[in-house]
């Protein structure tokens, strides 16, 4: 009897310390997260704000982790066709997605889009926050935001600002500040914001809202004049310039916000290990080094936060889109 039951006691054992290897391998699992190649990726085209925000991010991943993290580029659709690879890749934590603010306004003014931006993916953490300049053409006589209100006023249907793409931020910015400041800026959009500067330097289009990356070379010749920041307190990347808000349109801000996401039936555990790995990157000298050059700040978040901040941007446009009865049309 006591012969068999060590005998039993001993098989009981080498079951336990066998099982443990299958129990760490169990999908969901973080432990020896990551054990192959993270596939970062990228909905915009190489060299954009989003593409080079990626790279930094990925850069410091692969050296904390010791695996590679390959950025991808899935350009198309405004976006949605790399976010919903994203949403249908298989949802082992290998798969994750920078998504910016243009995401959010897609999905509250596109109902065919193939995913559903919060119940098909879930967030990880938002990795900064950017601000855009409003700027303009010399040709128009103005040098401050009241400025641009009354001589817009004045000359209905006579001013033209430039964007992207129909449906992107920086249309939606514009739009925003046509109706908080009670004017109507003809929109233009272009191909993509390399197209925007060009048309704004030859005067195609009088009036833009982009980056200061973008703008800020054009600015010490005078070829552009930068008017005011869309953010809710000055920059210390541009202090000398006011708030759209200080300036004469109360309430107005916009974030061109970046972030992470993965598939929302990948599990919480390797959620919170990407979310830790990816917050830490973002404290590095370095990557807030780079990430001021054009004007963004790295901010990381939790899970819920980035959720809740996804969430507030849909309501904010598509109350936008309803309260100026926008009619968009591509």
Same mark, same amino acid.
């Given at each position: ?24 391998? @169990? ?41 590679? %993290? ?71 006589? %103005? ?44 929109? %233009? ?139 968009? @049309?591509?």
């Amino acid at each position: 009897m006591h012969y068999l039951k060590v005998t039993v006691r001993a098989a009981a054992l080498a079951c336990a310390v066998a099982a443990q290897p299958l129990a760490a391998a @169990q999908p969901g699992s973080a432990q020896g997260y990551p054990s192959k190649p993270i596939r970062f990726i990228v909905p915009f085209a190489p060299g954009a704000g989003t593409d080079t925000t990626a790279r930094t991010i990925a850069l410091k991943l692969s050296e904390a982790w010791g695996q590679q %993290v390959v950025v991808d580029n899935r350009t198309g659709a405004a976006g949605a066709i790399g976010v919903d690879l994203t949403a249908k890749a298989i949802p082992d934590g290998y798969t994750i997605c920078l998504i910016s603010a243009s995401h959010s306004v897609n999905s509250a003014v596109n109902p065919k889009l193939p995913y559903d931006l919060v119940k098909d993916l879930a967030a990880i953490s938002q990795a900064s926050s950017l601000f855009y300049v409003v700027y303009h053409n010399p040709s128009i006589p %103005v040098k401050s935001i009241k400025e641009l209100v009354a001589y817009a006023k004045s000359n209905p249907g006579k001013l033209h600002f430039g964007s992207s793409g129909t449906g992107g931020l920086q249309h939606f910015a514009g739009e925003m500040f046509n109706y908080m400041a009670g004017i109507k800026l003809v929109h %233009v959009p272009y191909k993509g914001t390399a197209a925007v500067i060009p048309a704004r330097l030859a005067g195609d289009v009088q009036v833009g809202f982009g980056t200061l990356f973008g703008v800020r070379p054009h600015l010490p010749s005078g070829r552009l004049r930068a008017l005011a920041v869309t953010t809710g307190k000055r920059t210390p990347a541009a202090p000398e310039l006011p708030t759209v808000t200080e300036a004469g349109v109360p309430g107005y801000e916009v974030d061109q916000w970046y972030g992470v996401l993965t598939s929302a039936k990948v599990s919480a555990p390797i959620i919170r290990k990407l979310n830790a790995a990816i917050n830490e990157a973002l404290k590095s000298p370095d990557v807030v080094k780079r990430f001021s050059a054009d004007g963004s700040t790295p901010t990381g978040s939790t899970p819920e936060q980035f959720n809740a901040h996804i969430r507030s941007e849909i309501a904010k446009w598509r109350k936008l889109v309803t309260e100026a009865k926008l009619e968009l @049309q591509q």
